[in-house]
């Protein structure tokens, strides 16, 4: 065992993660304002772990008080969450504001403000509004990207003067990936067209609102949070490697390309039209892609990724899926988080930002979401009612660790946001996997309660240096 410590820069950001549907709760919301979480939810509750969903979550809309006065507690220099498009207007057409949840906002906002925490906001975590899903397809409508850049226009109007750093979308590529691709998740249906349709508009989409920012003169930047999977290939064989570029090429690039880049990749595009992929898209869509690219980005990563080339012919009779491409691999011996069925590999890190400094011309990024989810938490508890969560302490240490080294080696890493602030609705996992730094009682009314790890994160701000022990004996 050897311990290190390492500085953490001044201006690096030590926050956490969390969004409007995971933790807002359904109080004060109206007919008509459902989001396409809500209505997967209302659908098909019985996927929802132990029927728990957005419908009561934190309950942060009634307590967004004292969940700030935590944050400072904590030490949170910055908290990133999302604006609930689906609450934020009662007509998505015409872009009339519900000035009672925007008022919620507005205080919420002023709290953190207040607190001395910068918050980030993200304008689409999944919160879809329902209406738009079922009368236009969602994403797959040209008209959906219209109404998008209408929302952000009135949420940068209303709030421009106290949010500098925005984000389109959290994790772009999922529910096209769960619905469309895999068909994992509510309305079930496989269609790589609609899936392709669905990334194409929300790359446009950004384009379109850091366009909007720009010429509205702002100040701030507008980027994307993508959760790109840093892919191991199983060999050195260039039939595994090929798997993992193919991997990269249909999950990674396909966001951080354009977004970054300005383009998608000219391999992608070929072999979609190869295997007969239809997506709607013009010169001019492209154009506006290359011309407004983001400002920066955030990453998540939780796990790596590791594939091998298949070692089946495709059936004839599936759709193509990027699946023809590889397999998945799982590495014997690896270290896991088996509440998540997760590989732990703190690498992913160092690896990511290398790449980003190498492939993606070092833009300005940070890690916006990591963090352990771990089931049955309360078996942690000590004598004093206190999660005693030392794994989480030590899963944070290690990857901070990474982030602060790439940092060092030219990295233009900005932050680390833990995932998550406090415990919250996971899609499906609702409440199963634990990830905050503050518990959330399910039995006692949603009461909050700091973890031993909230104590020792507002210590890494405080002391603005990480000391780890790292596991390195030949025993
Ligand atoms: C990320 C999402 C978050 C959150 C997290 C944990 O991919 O951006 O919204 O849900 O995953 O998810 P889970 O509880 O399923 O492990």
Redesign the pocket.
Known sequence: MSQKSITIPQDFILGAAS?AW?TEGWSGKKEGQDSYMDIWYKNDRHVWHEGYGPALATDLYNRYREEVALMKQAGLTHYRTSINWSRFFTDYEKGVVDEEYARYYDNFIDEMLAAGIEPMICLE??ELPAYLFENYGGWASKKVVELFALYAEKVFERYHHKVSRWFTF??PI?VQTRVYLDALRWPYEQNTSTWMQWNHHKNLATAKVVKLFREKGYTGSVGAIL?PEVTYPRSSAPHDVKAAEMYDLFYNRVFLDPMVHGRYPQALVALLEQHGVQWDYSADELALIRDNTVDELGI?L?YPHRVKAPSRAWNPQTPFHPAYYYEPFELPGRRMNKS?GWEIYPRIIYDMAMRIKNDYRNIPWFIA?S?M?IENEGQFRNAEGVIQDDYRIGFISEHLYQTLLAREAGANCQGYML??FTDNV????AF??R?GLIEIDLQNNRARRAKKSAGWYRALRETRTLTLNIDDDWK
């Open positions: 969004s995971q975590h999944y959290n994790e999922v959760n998540n939780y998540r979401e963090g989810g995932w998550a996971s899609p499906m996992n199963k996997n990830y």
